[in-house]
């Protein structure tokens, strides 16, 4: 697994690990389909499909968030059904761990205890 230890402005250091090596897909495109958020937001499922022609469908759950934010890059593109995945990271500093997505319409940063990856293929 893909992963670089990030040194913030403070000095601490960060563990920072590819989200892609971490979920075990190659490199094809994955695209986000659809975004749930339950537990008035302390669970999150992301959905996906992975190879854009096979569309291998998979899922990630996060659990026990405390913090989620987003950020829109581009508002031209909120009808679109799919979103590209740019980038993926999974950052674990100290106790706290976070995902980062970056996709062409918006940026999705979660801080959660536990993450699960289904794989529905």
Not at 77 to 103: P, V
Request: glycine residues 4%; proline residues 2%.
């Amino acid at each position: 697994m893909t992963e670089y230890v990030n040194v913030n402005t403070s000095g601490e250091k960060n563990k920072i690990v590819d989200g892609f090596s971490f979920l075990g897909l190659g490199n094809f495109t994955s695209l986000i389909t659809n975004i749930k958020f339950a537990d008035w937001g302390e669970t999150v499922f992301i959905d996906c499909v992975y190879h854009p022609t096979e569309r291998l469908p998979y899922r990630i759950l996060f659990s026990k968030c405390d913090e989620i934010k987003w950020f829109m890059n581009d508002s031209d593109l909120i009808n679109e059904i799919e979103a590209d995945i740019i980038d993926f990271q999974i950052k674990k500093d100290g106790e706290r761990e976070s995902a980062y997505f970056h996709t062409d319409i918006f940026e999705l940063l979660i801080s959660y205890q536990s993450i699960k990856i289904d794989k529905l293929w």
